[in-house]
């Protein structure tokens, strides 16, 4: 089993929609939890920090489920802009590496 | 530009010859790693530096690779012997070191090897 999973997608999405992705890890160990956006043939870019309480940041959202091991990402009304790459990264307890999945990709149609 | 930079972009060279690359992490950035990424994938972690020691290595690497980061500043990394299963692109990122730290990516560096 994968230490972290995404749907690779991709999700084709019209503009305006609301779309959601999950990703699952499998170390109970994991501590700190991120969305990253990477865009084609782009470096990576820090989308968000996903906090234990969830947190916001316009039109997106992160949770975080422990219990289920799974962060999820939520995009509200999308944009042509929004389309690209979202990894999830997961560090584990007492170590410096960070563990990307595979990325899901979104494409906003217009 | 007072991101993080890499050098070379782009890296041919032909099976079995050593290539070396260089990243320059954020100035105040103690914090640095070493990421391979193939297409389709994402970002697999290679190697990690806080100031100038090297303080977790993926068991991944083999003993074709390795890094430095001599003074604390800029770091390179070495493969020697290439083989076409390095083809890649190679990620440099650097950090603050504060909770739940951002790591700034560099551009890159896409290694071919023939």
């Known amino acids: 089993r994968k230490e972290v999973e995404q749907d690779p997608g991709p999700f084709n999405v019209p503009e305006g929609a609301t779309v959601a992705f999950n990703c699952t890890y499998s170390n109970s160990a994991s501590q700190s939890f991120f969305w990253y956006r990477q865009d084609c043939r782009k470096e990576p870019k820090l989308l968000m920090s996903v906090y234990s309480s969830g947190n916001e940041d316009g039109r997106f959202t992160a949770q975080l489920n422990r219990a289920s091991q799974y962060i999820s990402l939520l995009i509200r009304d999308s944009k042509l802009s929004d389309s690209a790459t979202y990894l999830c990264v997961v560090n584990l307890s007492g170590t410096y590496k960070y563990i990307f999945g595979t990325g899901t990709r979104l494409k906003v149609l217009a | 530009d007072t991101g993080v930079s890499q050098d070379p972009r782009h890296k041919i060279t032909k099976r079995g010859q050593n290539v070396t690359f260089r990243c320059d992490p954020i100035s105040e950035h103690n914090r640095l790693y070493w990421y391979r990424q193939t297409l389709g994938q994402g970002p697999e972690f290679l190697t990690y530096?806080?100031?100038?020691?090297?303080?977790?290595k993926s068991r991944l690497l083999s003993d074709r690779f390795s890094a430095e980061r001599p003074k604390g500043s800029f770091s390179t990394l070495e493969i020697q012997r290439t083989e076409q299963g390095d083809s890649a692109m190679y990620l440099c990122?650097?950090?603050?070191?504060?909770?739940?730290?951002?790591?700034?990516f560099g551009p890159g560096t896409r290694l071919l090897v023939l």
């Open positions: 530096f806080q100031n100038e020691a090297q303080l977790e």
């Open positions: 990122a650097s950090s603050l070191g504060a909770s739940l730290e951002t790591q700034y």
